[in-house]
């Protein structure tokens, strides 16, 4: 069954119309992290199965779970009030039968003011097109289950259609049951293993007829049921062994495996520890640094005053404070001058006054007592009021009063800042020896500053480069850091488990023993009770059944040895081509057996197990093997019908995997989808793609976003572009 189109409408990134259309062989959806690839695949499970991947729980979660997530933000931002709907549909055509059907989903919302109510089912249509007639839906639930059936069946589902990230547990190399069920799943092994059911079925039966006639012929029925009770008893005993055998035998190869993989990442563990350890020391220096960046940073603008930056520019200001300020002093001075001719002047006056009073009577007080006495002292004569006599001592007191009155006048007039400039004249004095260092200081600060600041980006770019070690070791190794820190002690917890299970499996390998002794005894003393003759026919049919049953087991045993050799050699030879343009040692893939299961390993040409493997080469040591049991089959009904789709499953690989593996999976599977971001960088790599005669290339699509990066985060005017390369 070929996909010969998917048609995405208001489906989550991919608003409005969108087609993409597919050939045989490989087809490849080009794209970068976020660009759309993995809605693509979404857009393919959920029209098969009602799901969508949920990359928070990682898991696939129904419609009615994520509904508000699965029409396009674009579509409901730009809508009117009213419905809004979205829709994928796939298109298969039947190249056997030449039936065409078409499988399309829609989910419907409505918009009422802006609010979104989303429905929490989704529709589905399913429609069928013969060769001759006109396509008609398809009403009838089991035929629609059927035609998906047809489509890809849910046992082949997880082989066909899957993520990268699923790989890792397609094959689980801790459990064994995980590549026995894939071979049963994709091969017809299962033919011979109801075969050999059958068989065994049927020697229960015999062995039981017997049995049965055996009692009835018993000399002592009593003793009889007695041994028949103790064999019954056995038998369930044996049987409880065996399973304890078979979980402590699986018990302990896991805890083996987990040694063997706790031994292959010890040293890689170790890297991550000292990785983790440098990194804190980094944090540490990171962490100093850029403390006294913000000390130096918030200290800047307290420097203004703390280290007079304010002062920056006032040189000319200071000098013409300078100027002013001697100005002034020249100003003040020759005004105390002048203050002093008038005290001198002052003097005068008093002195002249004296030479008129009575000797040693220099006050003024006693010009004011003759007035009051009306009387001259200098004279001895009368002075009454209002005489001349009396205005001439009057006027003599009057002059003195009015010149003291004016000096006294202009001494309280004057004001003095001598002091207060004096003051801001030293001060400045002080102040001016900084101003030439100033433009140093600020200059030393911010080279400081910017010292910190590369110091504290450098510290920055080996923090982010040695979290990138640790995150590649994490990655390849799947070790955290927490594992890595307990790696030593996990192993010895897993070396003690391994020997406690070695220790049971011997056990119970004594007591099936013993119980098979007890058992065959307890079977010749059943046997002894016997009297008279048991019919050959049932001895024959007994017999029978048992070559019956040792010859569908043996068959079955070696068809499957048969099918493991042959998956082994598809395997190394899809691993071969996977990997040729890599020359590091690749190994040769071993399916080692686990008490009836097998899993696949890697080892060198003296069979020695390879430790030290990467995660790309895991999983591309699984991906060889799932392809080895599809090309086992090749031309079978499993491999022509269905189309392997899956997102991302070189995202671990290196590019010099990712050509190899196209070329190998084009030659494998009649038809591939396979989203990737490994071409959309490398163009070379795109261009070898394209250009490959190796490559059995159907279409190449390129997705990108619409919106630069920097607008991305607004979905309201998201949507996805598609362009076809080829």
């Given at each position: 069954?070929?996909?010969?189109?998917?048609?995405?409408?208001?489906?989550?990134?991919?608003?409005?119309?969108?087609?993409?259309?597919?050939?045989?062989?490989?087809?490849?959806?080009?794209?970068?992290?976020?660009?759309?690839?993995?809605?693509?695949?979404?857009?393919?499970?959920?029209?098969?199965?009602?799901?969508?991947?949920?990359?928070?729980?990682?898991?696939?979660?129904?419609?009615?779970?994520?509904?508000?997530?699965?029409?396009?933000?674009?579509?409901?931002?730009?809508?009117?009030?009213?419905?809004?709907?979205?829709?994928?549909?796939?298109?298969f055509f039947d190249s056997r039968k030449e039936d065409t059907y078409t499988i399309q989903r829609q989910l419907k919302g409505t918009k009422d003011d802006g609010n979104v109510n989303f429905g929490t089912k989704s529709v589905e249509k399913v429609t069928k097109k013969t060769a001759f007639l006109e396509a008609q839906v398809v009403d009838d639930e089991n035929e629609i289950e059927r035609i998906k059936r047809k489509i890809l069946p849910d046992n082949i589902k997880p082989y066909m259609w899957f993520q990268g990230e699923q790989v890792e547990n397609i094959i689980d190399f801790r459990n064994s049951e995980t590549l026995t069920q894939a071979i049963n799943v994709l091969s017809d092994i299962s033919r011979f293993d109801n075969i050999t059911s059958t068989a065994e079925t049927l020697l229960k039966q015999a062995k039981k007829e017997l049995k049965?006639?055996?009692?009835?012929?018993?000399?002592?029925?009593?003793?009889?049921?007695e041994l028949a009770a103790e064999q019954e008893r056995l038998e369930k005993k044996l049987t409880s062994y065996k399973l304890q055998l078979k979980e402590a035998t699986e018990n302990s190869r896991k805890a083996e495996s987990k040694s063997e993989e706790l031994l292959n990442k010890l040293e890689d563990a170790k890297t991550i520890k000292e990785l983790s350890d440098k990194r804190k020391e980094i944090e540490r220096d990171y962490n100093r640094v850029h403390q006294r960046l913000r000390s130096e940073q918030l200290s800047f603008h307290k420097k203004l005053f703390t280290n007079s930056w304010i002062l920056k520019g006032t040189k000319d200001l200071y000098d013409q404070f300078s100027d002013k300020y001697s100005m002034y002093e020249k100003e003040r001075l020759s005004k105390q001058s002048e203050i002093q001719a008038k005290m001198i002047a002052q003097k005068e006056i008093i002195e002249e006054m004296q030479t008129r009073l009575?000797?040693?009577?220099?006050?003024?007080?006693?010009?004011?007592?003759?007035?009051?006495?009306?009387?001259?002292?200098?004279?001895?004569?009368?002075?009454?009021?209002?005489?001349?006599?009396?205005?001439?001592?009057?006027?003599?007191?009057?002059?003195?009063?009015?010149?003291v009155k004016n000096l006294e006048e202009e001494e309280i007039s004057k004001h003095d800042f001598s002091s207060s400039f004096k003051s801001l004249y030293q001060n400045g004095l002080i102040q001016e020896n900084k101003i030439p260092g100033i433009d140093d200081d600020i200059a030393n600060t911010l080279t400081l500053i910017q010292k910190l600041n590369d110091e504290k980006d450098e510290l920055k770019d080996q923090l982010d480069e040695i979290e990138g070690e640790i995150q590649n070791y994490i990655i390849e190794t799947s070790i955290n850091i927490d594992q890595a820190n307990n790696i030593i002690h996990s192993l010895r917890a897993q070396q003690d488990y391994a020997k406690r299970f070695n220790t049971e499996i011997g056990y119970y390998n004594n007591e099936i023993e013993e119980t098979k002794r007890k058992l065959n005894?307890?079977?010749?003393?059943?046997?002894?009770?016997?009297?008279?003759?048991?019919?050959?026919?049932?001895?024959?049919?007994v017999e029978l059944c048992e070559d019956l049953y040792n010859a569908t087991k043996s068959t079955r045993d070696r068809v499957?040895?048969?099918?493991?050799?042959?998956l082994e050699d598809e395997a190394n030879k899809h691993y071969l081509s996977m990997t040729q343009d890599n020359l590091s040692a690749r190994g040769i893939i071993r399916l080692k057996e686990y008490n009836g299961n097998y899993t696949p390993e890697l080892v060198d040409d003296n069979g020695e197990v390879l430790f030290q493997l990467n995660t790309g080469n895991i999983i591309l040591i699984k991906l060889a093997t799932i392809m080895a049991i599809i090309s086992a089959r090749k031309n079978t009904r499993e491999t022509?019908?269905?189309?392997?789709?899956?997102?991302?499953?070189?995202?671990?690989?290196?590019?010099?995997?990712?050509?190899?593996?196209c070329k190998t999976v084009s030659q494998i599977y009649r038809q591939s989808i396979i989203m990737s971001k490994e071409f959309y960088k490398n163009e070379s790599l795109r261009n070898e793609l394209l250009k490959s005669d190796e490559v059995n290339l159907g279409k190449v699509y390129m997705v990108t976003p619409n919106l630069p990066e920097s607008?991305?985060?607004n979905r309201a005017k998201l949507a996805t572009n598609i362009k076809a390369l080829n």
């Open positions: 069954m070929i996909l010969k189109s998917i048609d995405l409408y208001n489906f989550m990134c991919y608003y409005g119309e969108n087609r993409l259309e597919f050939n045989e062989g490989i087809n490849v959806i080009i794209g970068d992290n976020g660009y759309g690839k993995s809605k693509l695949f979404d857009g393919f499970y959920w029209v098969m199965y009602d799901k969508c991947f949920d990359t928070s729980s990682k898991e696939f979660r129904p419609t009615k779970e994520i509904n508000n997530t699965i029409i396009s933000d674009r579509a409901i931002h730009e809508a009117e009030d009213g419905q809004i709907e979205c829709s994928v549909t796939l298109t049965k006639k055996q009692r009835s012929l018993s000399n002592d029925k009593e003793k009889s049921d009575p000797l040693n009577v220099p006050e003024p007080v006693y010009v004011q007592q003759m007035l009051e006495q009306e009387h001259c002292l200098v004279c001895d004569r009368p002075a009454e009021k209002g005489s001349e006599p009396y205005k001439s001592i009057e006027s003599l007191i009057n002059r003195s009063k009015e010149k005894q307890k079977e010749k003393q059943f046997e002894n009770l016997v009297v008279g003759n048991i019919p050959d026919s049932l001895h024959k049919k499957f040895q048969e099918l493991i050799q042959t022509d019908l269905y189309t392997l789709i899956s997102d991302a499953p070189m995202s671990v690989f290196g590019d010099d995997y990712t050509i190899g593996f607008e991305r985060s």
